[in-house]
C-alpha cells in the first residue's frame, strides 16, 4: 500500500525517459552555464586587471 520505488529505481525511470542529449550541447542545465560563463569571465578579468597593476608600478 505504502510502496514507494527505490531512489535509484526512479532515477532509472526518470533517465529512461529523457530524450537523448543533442549533438555538441555541452550544458543541459542553463544554470550551470551561466555559472561556468560566468567564472570564466571573472577569472579572465582578473587576469587583466593584475596584469594592468603590475604594468602601472614598472
Do not use: C, N, W
Amino acid at each position: 500500500m505504502f510502496y514507494r520505488k527505490s531512489v535509484e529505481e526512479r532515477i532509472a525511470d526518470r533517465m529512461a525517459q529523457r530524450k537523448p542529449l543533442e549533438e555538441g550541447k555541452t550544458f543541459e542545465h542553463g544554470p550551470a552555464k551561466f555559472v561556468f560563463v560566468s567564472l570564466i569571465v571573472a577569472v579572465v578579468l582578473m587576469h587583466v586587471v593584475g596584469v594592468a597593476i603590475v604594468m602601472s608600478f614598472s
